[in-house]
């Protein structure tokens, strides 16, 4: 048997582990992963947008949060967000969900967190899969994105 302070000491590890649980679960229920880069925001986010061109594909925007909040007066750590796709990817999926467009074209975020790493974050495209109902056949279209992130962050 086990004496009670063992009891105790293991009810303060679950108690403090459990918040730490629970976000990731939230996380992976929201479908978001994160990749951590080696890179700085700014280079990660160029090192993206590199490839994606070199890849055919169509860079739609490139928002800079940061530098908008500084023109607002207001101070942000770093965080830049690129849009692209291709339309003969993403065409398919529109047509076999609609909805889907609300997610398209895809999007990758690198941000500083509060420690200064840097991440690059995406929709997962099984979270895309099973929110839109797409087609097993068709989440080919978007999976290259990992892939992407990957070579981005230095991975």
């Not at 068709?138 to 290259?144: A, M």
């Amino acid at each position: 048997m086990f004496k009670q302070p063992f009891l105790g000491s293991l009810f303060v590890v679950v108690a403090y582990t459990a918040p730490v649980v629970a976000q990731q679960a939230e996380e992976k229920a929201q479908g978001i992963v994160h990749v951590q880069s080696k890179h700085p925001v700014s280079a990660t986010i160029d090192r993206l947008e590199s490839d994606v061109q070199a890849r055919g594909m169509t860079v739609f925007a490139r928002i800079d949060f940061a530098a908008d909040a500084e023109k607002a007066g207001l101070k942000l750590p770093p965080k830049q967000l690129l849009i692209f796709g291709n339309p003969k990817a993403g065409t398919p999926l529109m047509a076999a969900s609609p909805t889907v467009a609300i997610d398209l074209p895809l999007k990758a975020l690198a941000w500083e967190d509060d420690d200064g790493k840097t991440w690059l974050s995406y929709n997962s495209p099984d979270y895309l899969q099973q929110r839109h109902g797409l087609p097993d056949s068709l989440v080919k279209n978007i999976s290259g994105i990992a892939a992407l992130v990957k070579k981005a962050t230095g991975e």
